[in-house]
């Protein structure tokens, strides 16, 4: 988990690199950084606990962590999607660039589509606002993350990707 929670890290670094509103791209990256060490301090405490053995102190500590980074995971999507929303500059021609790209783009098409949905659908009240009952939530980014099968086979199993493999290939 730690290792995938670097791969979140790197996806909001790139994506903060290309957001054309300096709130959001500070925002991004601020919380890029957090995951980055909540990341780092799961890691250590795995692996003091992979060396001490079995014991409930320990046991809470590491799925405390993993709750803290679950929470700094859902932070950098809520973040990179404000960003997509306000707008992303040209990828450059690094192929994990692109990927990051095309999937917020993904990610925004989808969107766009529930909300043209949700303006035809007939569940709006007499001033033309949502009924809080009946209709479908919005496509978040957490959701098109769920939603790809996990690709175990590509999943490097140290922190730093390998060469070849890109920010999208690993699935959390």
Do not use: Y
Request: with cysteine.
């Amino acid at each position: 988990m730690a290792s995938d929670g670097q791969v979140v890290v790197k996806f909001g670094n790139i994506l903060a690199k290309h957001c054309l509103d300096q709130r959001c791209s500070t925002e991004l990256l601020r919380a890029a950084e957090h995951t980055q060490s909540v990341s780092s301090q799961l890691g250590i405490v795995a692996r003091v606990k992979a060396v001490t053995g079995e014991s409930k102190a320990s046991s809470e500590l590491l799925l405390s962590n993993v709750q803290n980074l679950i929470r700094a995971v859902q932070h950098v999507l809520r973040a990179a999607e404000a960003a997509c929303v306000k707008g992303l500059g040209q990828a450059s021609a690094d192929p994990e660039e692109k990927e990051v790209a095309a999937f917020c783009q993904q990610w925004r098409k989808n969107l766009t589509q529930h909300r043209a949905k949700e303006a035809l659908n007939s569940d709006r009240d007499e001033l033309g606002l949502r009924k809080t009952r009946g209709g479908k939530a919005e496509p978040t980014l957490m959701s098109l993350v769920q939603e790809q099968p996990p690709r175990s086979r590509s999943i490097p199993k140290h922190p730093n990707p390998r060469k070849g493999h890109t920010v999208m290939d690993r699935h959390l």
